[in-house]
């Protein structure tokens, strides 16, 4: 029996649901969860995990955009085109693997379920070895009734039930064939697709937090959950300038902003991300930006800011963490911020994938004093919170 190591050990996350229990603008695997959309936390679960060689996600197509946006950066293959019901997505998503070269085990994971542990995954795959098939469940602990007409009906025996969850995982060649002999019948999960196939399925101990996402209840609760396991708060600081030179614009806070002159910088010399990456930096205790993008390497030669507070994010994402606000404090006389601050808090927090209401950016002046008063420059202070587990 194969082990599974990459990349015989695939992740296939289903996401192709509409969400409309849940009421939203739109589909809730696209809602931000603790500074992230659900989707991307689903999907860098199984990516983290050592025995998960690879992540293929089954989408509906008319939420490409937003899928894009949700796993920006990741590397993941294209998304597999989701079909009428769940059960025809995964199937597409099997097919679509098995186009790729058949892996030994697939893991089947709702992308609602965000808060699914390491611990799990591994227990999941580990029950591969004995049985074609293992999913994570719960044991029914509440006492079941069954309803009549609104009233109990009658008391159900509550032994041996269990709650089913996922990842539901599999031999790769035992439940394509199951899915593919299930076509067109409206079967509850993978596991039940798995039963009239014949397969064994074993049951594993999971976790009461690894509860699917289905209403804005459930969504706060488990931006709750994330947010209880980062109590080691982390608050950094940081400052730049860069004088004047030729030029009709300058850079700030990610816009090009038109002015007599420009800025001098081996890269784009936008004071404010400058600052912000700084105290981003400075929270992790990592370090400033000139250890990270030396001034000396031609490779940053006026190269857009923008990369160098999407790199201080990642080493944030990197460690569990979260970005839980950023403020920024333009200093000048001109150009005039005022007009440009909401545009700048938007991509401020679209570099950062925050929400924008997690950004400030204000702008003063020295009062005529020092070399910004004798419009000489520009200079900027930020100051970031972060939180990490602890």
């Not at 950066?73 to 070269?101: C, F, W």
């Not at 069954?146 to 539901?168: K, Y």
């Not at 929400?355 to 910004?372: C, D």
Request: aromatic share 4%; with cysteine; hydrophobic share 45%.
């Amino acid at each position: 029996m194969p082990t599974c190591i990459a990349p015989t050990c695939i992740a296939l996350i289903v996401a192709g649901g509409s969400g409309q229990r849940f009421g939203a603008e739109r589909p809730k695997q696209y809602l931000d969860l603790a500074g992230k959309p659900v989707l991307r936390r689903t999907v860098e679960a199984f990516l983290r995990h050592p025995q998960v060689g690879g992540v293929r996600v089954v989408i509906d197509q008319a939420w490409r955009d937003a899928y894009d946006a949700a796993v920006a950066g990741l590397g993941l293959p294209d998304p597999v085109a989701g079909g009428a019901s769940r059960q025809d997505s995964v199937r597409n998503g099997l097919e679509a693997l098995a186009a790729d070269g058949i892996p030994d085990f697939v893991l089947i994971h709702d992308a609602a379920r965000p808060l699914i542990d390491e611990a799990t995954i591994g227990a999941v795959i580990a029950a591969l070895a004995d049985k074609p098939g293992a999913i994570a469940a719960v044991p029914v602990a509440d006492t079941l009734k069954r309803g009549n007409d609104g009233s109990i009906g009658a008391t159900v025996d509550r032994e041996g039930l269990w709650r089913a969850q996922t990842p539901q995982g599999f031999r790769f060649p035992a439940i394509l064939e199951a899915h593919r002999a299930a076509a067109g019948l409206s079967l509850t999960d993978d596991a039940a697709v798995a039963e009239r196939a014949g397969l064994a399925v074993a049951l594993v101990p999971s976790k009461e937090d690894n509860f699917k996402v289905t209403t804005p209840d459930d969504l706060t609760r488990a931006t709750r959950a994330i947010m209880s396991s980062l109590w080691d708060v982390r608050t950094g600081s940081g400052f730049d300038v860069h004088r004047f030179t030729d030029g009709d614009f300058v850079t700030l806070c990610g816009l090009q902003i038109p002015h007599s002159h420009g800025l001098e910088g081996h890269s784009d010399a936008d004071v404010g991300l400058h600052a912000l990456t700084d105290a981003i930096l400075g929270a992790l205790a990592a370090g400033d930006i000139g250890s990270h993008f030396p001034p000396t390497d031609p490779r940053w030669r006026g190269a857009d800011s923008a990369k160098f507070l999407r790199h201080a994010a990642d080493l944030v994402a990197e460690r569990g963490g979260v970005i839980a606000h950023a403020d920024v404090t333009i200093i000048c006389e001109r150009p005039k911020v005022g007009p440009h601050r909401a545009a700048m808090a938007e991509r401020i927090a679209q570099i950062l994938g925050i929400e924008v209401g997690r950004v400030s950016v204000k702008a003063t002046t020295t009062e005529q004093l020092g070399f910004t008063g004798r419009r000489e420059g520009i200079a900027a202070q930020a100051v970031a919170t972060v939180r990490l587990p602890g």
